[in-house]
Structures are given as structure tokens and as C-alpha cells.
Nanobody, 114 residues
């Protein structure tokens, strides 16, 4: 079983920054893909960013140039640095790990508002 625990969400003003963290524990393969998804009220869950074990990344067009995903394989952690935040970034952000079954964290709320 795999457990994912997110932290770092909160309320931030437009233009501000937040850093999300996700700690993975349990039994999973070293070769996996970790990522961040988000879901706003009334919307489907969407991919924000993903990263492979060797550092290859993929971003949604809406966050390119503003968000950066990274991971620490030794600590089983994945991070999402979010800069220049916009009100439309408001959502619950979920950490995921796929190897190949997909596991999810419980989510952390990010609210961008003045």
C-alpha cells in the first residue's frame, strides 16, 4: 500500500508564491511517475505537472513558466513550486504516484484571492 501526504497549501494573494510538498511512504517501485493534479469546483481533475524518476517533466500549458515540479528520490518527496499565482489556480491540489497503479493523496486547498 502507498500513502501520499500533501502539505503547503493555503491562501495567497495574486502574484504570490506557494510551495507544495508530498511525502510518499509504503511499498512502491523505484521507477515511477509522481505528479500534481488539481480540481476546482465544478471542474474535472486535471494534470498540473508530472516528473519521472530520472527527472523528465511535463506541465500543463496553463502553468508553464510559473510552476516547477521537482523530486527527491532519496526522501520519496515531490514538490511543486508555484509562482505568479492567479485566481484561476484556486483548486484542491492532489499528489499522485503511478507505478503503474495510480495512488492519490488527500488533497490540499490552494486559494488565490485578494
Amino acid at each position: 500500500q502507498v500513502q501520499l501526504v500533501e502539505s503547503g497549501g493555503g491562501l495567497v494573494q495574486p502574484g504570490g508564491s506557494l510551495r507544495l510538498s508530498c511525502a510518499a511512504s509504503g511499498s512502491f517501485r523505484r521507477i515511477n511517475i509522481m505528479g500534481w493534479y488539481r480540481q476546482a469546483p465544478g471542474n474535472q481533475r486535471e494534470l498540473v505537472a508530472a516528473i519521472t524518476g530520472n527527472g523528465l517533466t511535463n506541465y500543463a500549458d496553463s502553468v508553464k513558466g510559473r510552476f516547477t515540479i521537482s523530486r527527491d528520490n532519496a526522501k520519496n518527496m515531490v514538490y511543486l513550486q508555484m509562482n505568479s499565482l492567479k485566481p484561476e489556480d484556486t483548486a484542491v491540489y492532489y499528489c499522485s504516484l503511478r507505478n503503474p497503479v495510480t495512488y492519490w493523496g488527500q488533497g490540499t486547498q490552494v486559494t488565490v484571492s485578494s
